[in-house]
């Protein structure tokens, strides 16, 4: 160890206390703030000038649970902690789930001096919870659709063999053909239908190369201005120049890109908007085999339509969950699944003002880096 980091003096302690990624505040014994570190102004939005010196109850008005939490450990002179049930509200943000945990400090005599409070941001960790069930969701109910899928394919191809016989005896009677007709469309209807299904259940091919994730949404883009021109929806394509081609399979991450875009165009309304966008992600990075942080690539699909339905955001990637008419609910559960097959995520948000965003999470990993992540997205370190 260096000299500098052995010395036991206050300076080594103020840089630690600074250079933490957990949000640290400390009172003295009258409960008013005397030490704000830079994470507690990145977690609360409060800066220091305008936290140190004020009364905690003051800090925290509108928080009655961090409130309660100090003023135990100040009465009590114990540590107490709140891991599960504490929102922390923030100016001009949007709460979030908090960690809490309160000690109180003794001086060389015994006697408390204040408090010491500690903040984790529990963000990210939800979000792979969220993600870690739905994978589990997807695996449970893909195991059951494979021997499904199986059972149900082999006498559907019969029931069309038979209604195709049936109509070959029936022409000329136009009247009964068009039942034969009717049984044979639904039959290629359902059989789609299973063919989706079962691509959650199949292993995915080793296709992998060279894939330009700039030039897949540019092919796709123009597609669907194509498509879409009649209904004059607007699409803003913001691409980031320096993200090279990455390693993936180009045919499966097209497939994944279209379904979400196409989800974006057909939730907007006529002269609506869908933004396009990529970056390197700043808050996330993979750990690869070699221990190596990997960051990671972003593709944000944002529609100005009207948003997702809160208690349905968890269920939108469980295969047969949809919101549409004529929709099958495996389109979602699809994407999931490439994503999974890539070592991502995709996540899904409504956006504070209207709409819903889209974000697909994806190693940036070159086709000649070799290196294979072996954990889910953290907290940048």
Not at 109 to 129: F, K, N, P, Y
Not at 138 to 155: D, F
Not at 296 to 301: A, D, M, T
């Amino acid at each position: 160890m260096s000299p500098e980091l052995s010395k036991s003096d206050p300076e080594l302690f103020v840089r630690v206390i600074e250079n933490l990624d957990r949000a640290v505040l400390a009172t003295d014994k009258e409960g008013d703030i005397v030490l704000f570190n830079p994470a507690a102004e990145a977690c609360t939005g409060l800066s220091r000038r305008q936290s140190v010196g004020r009364h905690y109850r003051d800090l925290f008005a509108d928080q009655p649970r961090i409130i309660d939490l100090i003023r135990l450990a100040l009465e009590d002179e114990r540590p107490i902690s709140d891991e599960e049930n504490v929102s922390l509200i923030r100016p001009y943000m949007p709460p979030t789930p908090v960690s809490v945990s309160v000690s109180p400090i003794f001086d060389q005599a015994g006697s408390q001096d204040g408090i010491v409070l500690i903040i984790r941001d529990l963000t990210r960790l939800r979000e792979q919870e969220t993600t870690l069930r739905q994978t589990d969701r997807l695996a449970m109910i893909s195991t059951l659709a494979a021997g499904l899928a199986h059972e149900v394919k082999n006498p559907l191809g019969g029931i069309r063999g038979a209604a195709q016989l049936l109509g070959m005896e029936l022409e000329g009677d136009s009247r009964l053909t068009e039942y034969t007709d009717v049984v044979i469309r639904e039959v290629e209807r359902i059989n789609d239908i299973i063919e989706e299904l079962m691509d959650l259940t199949r292993p995915r091919t080793d296709n992998v190369g060279d894939a330009d994730i700039s030039q897949i949404l540019r092919d796709i883009l123009l597609l669907q201005k194509e498509a879409h021109l009649s209904r004059n929806v607007k699409f803003i394509l913001n691409l980031d120049p320096s993200i090279p081609p990455i390693r993936g399979d180009e045919s499966l991450l097209t497939r994944l890109l279209l379904n979400l875009i196409k989800n974006a165009v057909e939730a907007v309304e006529a002269g609506g908007r869908v933004d396009i966008t990529t970056r390197i992600a700043t808050d996330y990075h993979l750990v690869s085999t070699d221990n190596k942080p990997v960051p990671w690539v972003v593709i944000e699909i944002a529609d100005n339509g009207p948003g997702i339905i809160d208690a349905d955001i968890e269920r939108i990637f469980t295969p047969f969950f949809t919101t549409k008419i004529h929709g099958t609910g495996l389109g979602l559960a699809t994407c999931q699944k490439i994503a999974g097959s890539h070592n991502g995520v995709i996540k899904a948000v409504n956006r504070p003002d209207k709409g819903a965003l889209f974000s697909f999470y994806l190693p940036f990993i070159r086709n000649q880096d070799r290196r294979l992540p072996k954990q889910m997205p953290n907290e940048k370190e």
